[in-house]
């Protein structure tokens, strides 16, 4: 279970001018250059430096936001991944890159209900390496599948266009299921994808379709 967060810490943060904001209104850099943190749709990820806690790391967390904007949920924890000597960039780095995996992964049903596991362990290894893949597997299995469809269908936009997308997918889904009709939107040909060749594969046959990792790395998000 996470915290119950800090009072004090959340709510006077001001969008930061040394990073381009996300795409949508709500999105964008949050805290200071030192502690920074990242809102992405309703999820906020942000450092915080709690010494009494862990004198050596990085504290991390990871806010749910309610249809009020007020915190609703929040999973906390020390930051193993993070000690204090590393540089700002890479404090940066780590909150966006998180914050754009979780992005679609909570959905108000759940919460952040069974995502512990996948965050506990990019807090204790980082987003460098396997880690970022196995995280988003984990995520995969965890979340709902109308939030896996949401997800894939924004890292595909992201790694490859609007237009690009939808025509990956129609090729992908006319090979694996040529009588089936999925709607126009994207999240319905990703979810189409999804009932034909389950979720723990959908991320591989979309990988092998596309030549992209489809991971939010910091290299395809400009960091």
């Known amino acids: 279970m996470g915290s119950l967060g800090h009072p004090g810490r959340h709510g006077d943060a001001a969008a ?9 209104s709500d999105d964008g850099w949050l805290g200071t250059r030192e502690l920074p943190g990242y809102r992405a749709g309703v999820l906020i990820v942000r450092f915080a430096d709690l010494p009494a806690v862990d004198a050596a790391h990085l504290y991390l967390d990871v806010l749910r936001l309610g ?7 929040t999973l906390s924890g020390p930051c193993a ?6 540089p700002l960039d890479a404090r940066s780095r780590f909150v966006r890159v998180v914050a754009e995996l979780l992005r679609h992964a909570v959905d ?25 893949a196995l995280a988003a597997q984990q995520l995969d299995a965890a979340c709902s599948e109308g939030a896996l469809a949401e997800s894939l269908a924004h890292i595909l936009v992201l790694s490859l266009g609007e237009e690009e997308a939808h025509g990956t997918l129609d090729t992908l889904l006319t090979r694996l299921a ?24 959908a991320r591989r046959r979309l990988r092998e379709a596309t030549d992209f990792e489809l991971l939010p790395t910091p290299e395809l998000l400009g960091l």
């Open 16 to 24: 930061l001018p040394w990073r381009r904001p996300g795409a949508d």
């Open 67 to 73: 249809d009020d904007g007020r915190i609703d949920e």
């Open 81 to 86: 991944a993070m000690p204090h000597g590393q």
């Open 108 to 132: 108000a049903p759940r919460g952040l209900a069974g995502l512990a596991p996948a965050i506990t362990l990019l807090r204790e290894h980082g987003i460098d390496g396997p880690q970022l």
């Open 178 to 201: 040529p009588n089936a009709v999925a709607g126009e939107a994207l999240t319905d040909q990703v979810g189409l994808l999804l009932r034909c060749v389950g979720r723990a594969q």
